[in-house]
């Protein structure tokens, strides 16, 4: 039985060297109520919806040269959204782009009970994570972004805008180049590219707000770097609630709280009992 030949992406001058992104953020809030925990969920449900986070992965994939070949998104119940863009390093002809791909038309989207998509080289992903502690009066939003590339292109060349798309207390960021490729020699390359710290890539006026460390394994090319907000301000970190309402006792216990959740999740590790 001889089988249709399916339509293939050409790959030309193919760079085998993968490099991924891995972004997760974390913005804590102060909510002292129920309602006041339920209402900033709601918030940020609507806030950061598949919608919004699609428009940034949209803006990540131009930022760093490269073209959508598919797009799903979805939102969840009670809370949560994710979205997963698959892209490609150069345009691709229409006529072999599998036909299960939308190329970035959600309007087809509606119409289908999933959506499956092949990958050229690259793709971007985002998920979000809205919670609140039972007991302190702390919220906490995450999203966990991902861009995986091969390639000429860098996902390095969208990290200041994902820092700026996000109110960003504490920040984890990897960077790790995986494989190798070869010159037209067919000497092996295990990086295309010069790099000794994440934070050489950060905009500097924004580092200088954080305290950040660094956790490299050079010889594996794995980089590593947290971040967390210097100052507090505590007017950002209310909700439904005027920092002027507030006693000095009742201002210095609130930071207090949001510090030790702050530096909890900066260092990974349950400090506080």
Known sequence: MIGLKENKLTLYGFNNLTKTLSFNIYDVCYAKTERDKQDYIAYIDEQYNSERLTKILCEVTEIIGAHVLNISKQD??????????????EAIPVHVIDPSCNKGNLNCVALRDSVVGHLDKSHVTVHTYPEFHPDNDITTFRVDIDVSTCGTISPLNALNHLIASFDSDVMTIDYRVRGFTRDVEGNKYYMDHEINSIQNFIDKDTLNQYDAIDVNVYQSNIFHTKMMLSEINLSNYLFNK?????????RREIRDKISREMIEIYYGMNIYR
């Open 76 to 89: 969840y119940e009670p809370q949560g959204a994710s979205v997963t863009i698959l892209i490609t390093e």
């Open 242 to 250: 005027d920092v002027r309402e507030l006693s000095p006792n009742e």
